[in-house]
């Protein structure tokens, strides 16, 4: 249908709803099996099939109508449905017979939708308790401003994909929009105890395949006006987000409409599933970004879990001793390793994925933060640390970056460059899914080099698919860890829940020692353990995490291995288990 989208529409006059241009009855409905036919021959196979049509009611007086109406055994559902006429007292914006036959068709396919009796039931089902209608989605963008936010940076990318040239370029820019989704869905749950997650993109899927029969139907007529069709920027942008993953799908190529309700799939899970990424695709780029090389100047100058005396005594005098002495003076507060952080250990992790090219860019952000906080309750006499923190992070940015910056990142362009050159070809990915039977579904996978910090916890996830890295470690260790991490990445949705109901457990566990550091322990070990597997030999992280107790849990998980264990959850749940019995 990609015409539909990129073709010129040619011109037809419309016919406004007035009483001259008024049809019988007989006329509407006679027109109406005749778009019927139309739109399961050009739109969407099967529309017309009378095992998904339904009964209709039109009225030719009476309140305005046009909806499915269940029947009382709740089995039966009918269309009721107003005139033009009717129509257009309640609803102005419609002006002409054909906008009123794509609004009908578009109800219509509900009720076609409803038939696939399936995927109807998982609507419902996904249906949050505590969810009002799908008014309260309006509401919700309304309302708040985050997620107002969140929404536009998704539905940016949403455009951006529509408009890629390359299906290359479309999994790229949609494994952004699923993750930003994702992160926004959990930040509705989280904030406003409203789980939409499942919900969400069934009820896109709904809106969305309907909003596009009568996106089509209308072009197919000649209505010229379907900007608000695609508008992303409403309080209802879930029916024109629907609608922009089905022109993708158009656009590309990809069939979809056979599968979407007969498998009961949403749009979501369609279009992951149709563009997912092959192992091919996946790109392991090396970045030098002046974000994360600020976090960590700071850090190392401040010696907060960091340090590295060659660094400071070349970067030192670039910060004023009282900065240094603020972020010293709360050094408990920022630091972090071993899995454990302090309570604010984001002024690392959270500002080093930022994006912001100057002073005043980081201090939005910061202030933003800091509402954030305040919307989510935090005392205000709980403010003042995190303030100052803040504060000589802006103070000092402007500075770091014209007498900095210039030069470390050239310091470590020759690395860079050795190492993007040493991850052309490398079949890791592959190797991990083979040994792991995991999939890698997040796309590119970044590591970004800093320059200062030789000495302190490296190799720290900013998010689900950038790790960062001081830049000069040795060659060999590195590429090993580079493979070790991206298991970590890999395997961390299926383990990571695990590690936290380990966590309570050791905690509980009546022991003179202290078992606290074995959840993570036996993450790492097991990382290592594949990382061995997958290399055929030692490699050089094997034997790099001290504390980690690795040997131990490699002959552990050796020994799982040889009784048919081959399920990394299931490795990693028995393999502390044997470790906390003492069965090295
Ligand atoms: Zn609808």
Known sequence: MAFLIAGAIPHQAQTPINDSNKLSKEQVLAHVDELKELIDEKIWPTYNDPAYS???NYYED????MHLNQAEDDTLARMECSSPEITIQAVPSVKTYEEWYAMLMHECFHGFQYKHTDFWNKMLASTPENFISSDSLKTLRRNYEWNRDMLSKENALLKKAYEASGIHEVR???????????ERLKTVKDRLGLDIIEFYPIIETVEGSARYIEYCLAREQGITDTDWMTNLDSNSCYYASGL????????????????????CYTLTELIQEKIRFSTEDIQILIEIRPEVNYV????????????????????GNSLPKAAIDTLQKYKEYLTFGQGENAPYSWFFFKVAQETFSNADELKTIMDDYREEAIRMGAPANEMAIPTTIANVYVENYDNYLKNVYPQVKAEMEERQQLLSQKMQGQSFVRDWERVTGYTWRRGDYHWLLYCAGQKGPSYNNLNDSTNTVWYNQNIDYQLAMFSHEFGIFLMQDSIDPIVEEF???TR??????????????????????YNCKIAGRKTADYHAFGEADVQTFCRIFDRLSNFGISDPAELYRKGIMEYLKGDG
């Open 172 to 182: 790229h820019i949609l494994s952004d929009f699923f993750s930003i989704r994702d």
């Open 296 to 315: 960590t100047h700071l850090y190392t100058l401040a010696e907060l879990g960091f340090s590295d005396p060659a660094y400071a005594a070349k970067y």
């Open 62 to 65: 009476g309140p305005f109508r």
């Open 54 to 56: 339904m009964e209709m």
């Open 503 to 505: 966590k309570e457990y």
């Open 508 to 529: 509980k566990l009546d022991s003179d020692r202290d078992l606290t550091y074995v959840p993570w322990s036996a993450f790492e070990s097991l990382a290592c353990w």
């Open 244 to 263: 922009y993953l089905m022109l993708i799908m158009d656009k590309f190529g990809i069939p979809y409409k056979d599968e979407l309700f007969q498998k």
